[in-house]
């Protein structure tokens, strides 16, 4: 069973459209992330939900809204979509309790590209 | 603010051989660092984390870092490789204080074992 899984793993789209990546954690973890990594391959947190409640949001334009309906998922909705926007974006969890210790348990990662 | 470098971009090695991959942190209060990889095709995972106590720490598969405070660093090694460590390392820190389980990430250091 997955632990993490997010989709679509791989997303090919147009400038100026809107798209949402999904992820859903079934380890029972209170805390969920979005991390998005660059060309450069660098790892930037970009939110962290605490049991549905925004904890960390990151200096992140408006157009990249999430959204946590319950705290086993983690979604992501971007607007209006630039060619800056591409990058591989992943969701993370971690256990109650060890939100201090960055123990994170990562999803596979889901390919944007903006053409 | 916090920053991970990694001076390593690209290392290539042939099996048995030694393995050392650098990592240094800029940021003067206490701190808790990690090491994760990412197999091919796979999640990123936890290698292995410095939280206190003794700074040499072992993770999974023989690899070992170790957390030196008057130099920032916190360096992996492995005295010696698979073809199996074939991988992508990402040297990561949280702030010690921190509750919200911010983690910053290195660049990574691709790392290719040769048979």
């Known amino acids: 069973d997955t632990a993490v899984s997010q989709t679509p793993k791989y997303l090919v789209t147009q400038m100026g459209n809107d798209k949402s990546i999904k992820c859903e954690q079934n380890?029972?973890?209170?805390?969920m992330y979005w991390y998005k990594q660059d060309s450069k391959k660098f790892l930037k947190i970009m939110f962290s939900y605490n049991n549905k409640e925004l904890i960390i949001n990151e200096t992140v334009p408006n157009r990249f809204s999430p959204k946590s309906p319950d705290k086993a998922h983690l979604n992501l909705h971007i607007n209006s979509l630039e060619l800056g926007d591409s990058a591989v974006y992943f969701c993370?969890?971690?256990?109650?309790?060890?939100?201090?210790?960055?123990?994170?348990?990562f999803g596979e990662g889901s390919r944007l590209t903006v053409l | 603010a916090q920053s991970v470098s990694q001076h390593n971009h690209h290392v290539i090695l042939s099996e048995a051989a030694s393995l050392e991959l650098g990592c240094n942190y800029s940021y003067g209060g206490t701190v808790n660092l990690f090491w994760y990889v990412q197999y091919p095709g796979q999640h990123l995972q936890l290698l292995l984390k410095?939280?206190?106590?003794?700074?040499l720490v072992k993770g999974i598969k023989g690899f070992e870092a170790e957390f030196i405070k008057s130099k920032f660093s916190f360096n992996l090694r492995k005295p010696s490789v698979q073809w199996s460590d074939t991988a992508e390392y990402f040297c990561a820190v949280n702030e010690g204080s921190s509750n919200t389980g911010k983690l910053i990430f290195g660049q990574g250091t691709t790392l290719q074992v040769k048979p």
């Open positions: 993370a969890s971690s256990r109650p309790g060890t939100r201090s210790t960055g123990e994170l348990f």
């Open positions: 410095y939280f206190s106590g003794d700074p």
């Open positions: 380890l029972g973890h209170d805390t």
